[in-house]
């Protein structure tokens, strides 16, 4: 199945590595991912709006105006862990 990340872009399910809010790339030990991947050509902003989710696939990571849990929930993809926060 293909997940929708918002504008024209979709991932097949099976090809994402993960899936983070955005927020946690505001600290900077963490900007530092970001930055490697824009600086790789590998990082794609899908929407003009503040990115809410960071979704990593095999190939390239996406910024995507749509929260992550609702990207999580979409997929099937809801863990434990996003119980506890």
């Known amino acids: ?30 900007r530092e991912f970001l930055q490697q991947l824009q600086q790789s050509g590998r990082l794609e902003r899908l929407a003009e709006k503040e990115p809410k989710a960071l979704v990593v696939t095999m190939d390239k990571a996406y910024l995507s105006a749509i929260s992550s849990v609702t990207l ?12 506890k926060y």
Request: charged share 30%; glycine share 8%; aromatic share 10%.
């Open 1 to 30: 199945m293909y997940l929708h990340l918002g504008g024209d872009a979709a991932v097949a399910e099976k090809d994402i590595i993960s899936i983070h809010d955005y927020a946690i790339f505001r600290q900077a030990e963490n």
């Open 72 to 83: 999580k929930r979409r997929a099937g993809m809801i863990f434990d862990i996003d119980d």
